[in-house]
């Protein structure tokens, strides 16, 4: 079995706060500079992603950092250019997935979740693809983190080195009623307004370029949509071909399935995270034998503020991890 840490983090006592915490980030940080050129990947299925690269040009044998944003987010979230920037800065390469639709229209109906690993699956290859030589490190963040940690039970073919997860929901049920409950209704109610607006852009572009696909999204009843039960019930499940909530959160919750994980893989949580409860937390016998998880008992939702030097606790804490396996 995996082993269960006490993680480091202690923040001054007027940055105890979980909100404070969690939305120091998006309200309070100015959004890192960070140098970077795109690319456009074609998937099977006609659809594209868009990546977003930093850090040094490619050479053979380098290692290659994978990142991948939480629900709403994008390559341009202040934690995935926060990571990129001090990835960047210590002459690490880097590339930012941006997920279906995340940072602007994609050309199908689909977008992603929780269990989705196809898109992922894609970009490992790309990555792999240009370079079969170098070492690979997948950081994934929030819902990105569940997705990574999907990969790695289902289809892991060892072209990872390694996987940090942040604040994953383990647990999707769980998180969905935490949402429902308290301050953190506030959060769901933006995540929610978000995608929302997201798939109205997304059926305004398909209906330009490809009708068949928009027909997809008119079908979907996106009225009443006010909790993720019943976004995921009435947008992901059918999207997908789920059964409802319940079957999604029953396939896709990352929680049940870290027993088998086999590549070395660090789960940063807390325990005051305002996206889920203490009960989302595994017990050891429940982790893998290369699953280190790493918990804190504040930090928010993928915040870890501290204060000085050390403000930005999360991206010095990966780049630890990064750098811990000696490649560059």
Same mark, same amino acid.
């Given at each position: 079995m995996g082993e269960i840490v006490r993680s480091p983090f202690q923040p001054p006592v007027w940055l105890r706060n979980p909100h404070l915490q969690t939305l120091w980030g998006p309200l309070g940080r100015a959004l890192p500079e960070v140098e970077r050129h795109s690319e456009w990947l074609p998937l099977a299925d006609g659809d594209q992603l868009l990546l977003d690269w930093a850090g040094p040009q490619? =050479?053979?044998?380098?290692?290659?950092? $994978?990142?991948?944003?939480?629900?709403?987010?994008?390559?341009?979230?202040?934690?995935?250019?926060?990571?990129?920037?001090?990835?960047?800065?210590?002459?690490?390469?880097?590339?930012? $997935?941006?997920?279906?639709?995340?940072?602007?229209?994609?050309?199908?109906?689909?977008?992603?979740?929780?269990?989705?690993?196809?898109?992922?699956?894609?970009?490992?290859?790309?990555? @792999?693809?240009?370079?079969p030589t170098g070492n690979r490190i997948a950081i994934g963040v929030s819902l990105g983190g569940s997705r990574l940690l999907n990969w790695l039970a289902h289809r892991d073919n060892g072209k990872l080195t390694a996987v940090a997860s942040v604040c994953a929901p383990l647990r999707l049920d769980l998180c969905a009623n935490r949402l429902d409950r308290g301050l953190s209704k506030l959060y769901r109610q933006h995540l929610l307004k978000t995608l929302l607006g997201q798939l109205g852009d997304k059926k305004r572009h398909l209906d330009k370029v490809n009708p068949?696909?928009?027909?997809?999204? =008119?079908?979907?009843?996106?009225?009443?949509?006010?909790? @993720?039960?019943?976004?995921?019930?009435?947008?992901?499940?059918?999207?997908?071909? @789920?059964?409802?909530?319940?079957?999604?959160?029953?396939?896709?919750?990352?929680?049940p399935k870290l027993l088998q994980i086999r590549t070395p893989t660090l789960m940063l949580q807390n325990r005051d995270d305002p996206f889920m409860t203490p009960d989302t937390l595994p017990r050891q016998e429940e982790l893998g034998p290369a699953v280190t998880l790493e918990v804190s008992e504040y930090g928010g939702h993928v915040g870890f503020i501290n204060h000085g030097p050390q403000r930005f606790w999360l991206e010095q804490r990966l780049m630890a991890f990064v750098q811990g396996f000696g490649f560059r």
């Amino acid at each position: 079995m995996g082993e269960i840490v006490r993680s480091p983090f202690q923040p001054p006592v007027w940055l105890r706060n979980p909100h404070l915490q969690t939305l120091w980030g998006p309200l309070g940080r100015a959004l890192p500079e960070v140098e970077r050129h795109s690319e456009w990947l074609p998937l099977a299925d006609g659809d594209q992603l868009l990546l977003d690269w930093a850090g040094p040009q490619p =050479h053979p044998g380098q290692l290659t950092v $994978i990142l991948l944003h939480g629900l709403s987010g994008c390559s341009d979230s202040h934690y995935m250019r926060g990571i990129q920037k001090a990835l960047a800065d210590a002459g690490v390469r880097s590339v930012a $997935i941006n997920s279906r639709g995340a940072k602007q229209p994609n050309d199908t109906a689909l977008c992603y979740h929780a269990g989705e690993t196809d898109d992922v699956d894609a970009v490992i290859e790309h990555v @792999f693809a240009q370079d079969p030589t170098g070492n690979r490190i997948a950081i994934g963040v929030s819902l990105g983190g569940s997705r990574l940690l999907n990969w790695l039970a289902h289809r892991d073919n060892g072209k990872l080195t390694a996987v940090a997860s942040v604040c994953a929901p383990l647990r999707l049920d769980l998180c969905a009623n935490r949402l429902d409950r308290g301050l953190s209704k506030l959060y769901r109610q933006h995540l929610l307004k978000t995608l929302l607006g997201q798939l109205g852009d997304k059926k305004r572009h398909l209906d330009k370029v490809n009708p068949p696909e928009a027909k997809r999204l =008119h079908r979907l009843n996106m009225n009443g949509i006010r909790s @993720f039960w019943r976004y995921d019930d009435q947008i992901i499940a059918p999207l997908y071909g @789920f059964r409802g909530a319940y079957h999604y959160y029953a396939q896709c919750s990352a929680g049940p399935k870290l027993l088998q994980i086999r590549t070395p893989t660090l789960m940063l949580q807390n325990r005051d995270d305002p996206f889920m409860t203490p009960d989302t937390l595994p017990r050891q016998e429940e982790l893998g034998p290369a699953v280190t998880l790493e918990v804190s008992e504040y930090g928010g939702h993928v915040g870890f503020i501290n204060h000085g030097p050390q403000r930005f606790w999360l991206e010095q804490r990966l780049m630890a991890f990064v750098q811990g396996f000696g490649f560059r």
